[in-house]
């Protein structure tokens, strides 16, 4: 069966750094887009970044702009999401998803990342 496991997350000071990775199996990972979200306490899950199956495009929230980078590797068959600049207000459990006909329909179980003031 399909598995997302996201790893990477923790506890970190604003304006620090952490790097998020994905490892995808039962999947044949190279042909789906894939994406990163986020939900925080009491929030909405919410859009973070998406690349193509290829990893040549990408396109980010507006809130992330800037800051984060989203990028893959097809033969490891792990999505990542660089996070610098981190703010508290990105405080949330990250979940990546594989996409399929323009829905997300396999998803990670989440990792936690805390930004402390």
């Known amino acids: 069966q399909v598995q997302l496991v996201e790893s990477g997350g923790g506890l970190v000071q604003a304006g620090g750094s952490l790097r998020l990775s994905c490892a995808a199996s039962g999947l044949l990972f190279s042909t789906y887009a894939m994406g990163w979200f986020r939900q925080a306490p009491g929030k909405e899950r919410e859009f973070v970044a998406r690349t193509n199956w290829r990893g040549e495009s990408t396109y980010y929230a507006d809130s992330v702009k800037g800051r984060f980078t989203i990028s893959r590797d097809n033969v490891k068959k792990t999505v990542y999401l660089e996070m610098n600049s981190l703010k508290p207000e990105d405080t949330a459990v990250y979940y990546c998803?594989?996409?399929?006909?323009?829905?997300?329909?396999?998803w990670g179980q989440g990792t936690q990342v805390t930004v402390s003031s």
């Open positions: 998803a594989a996409e399929v006909a323009g829905s997300y329909k396999y």
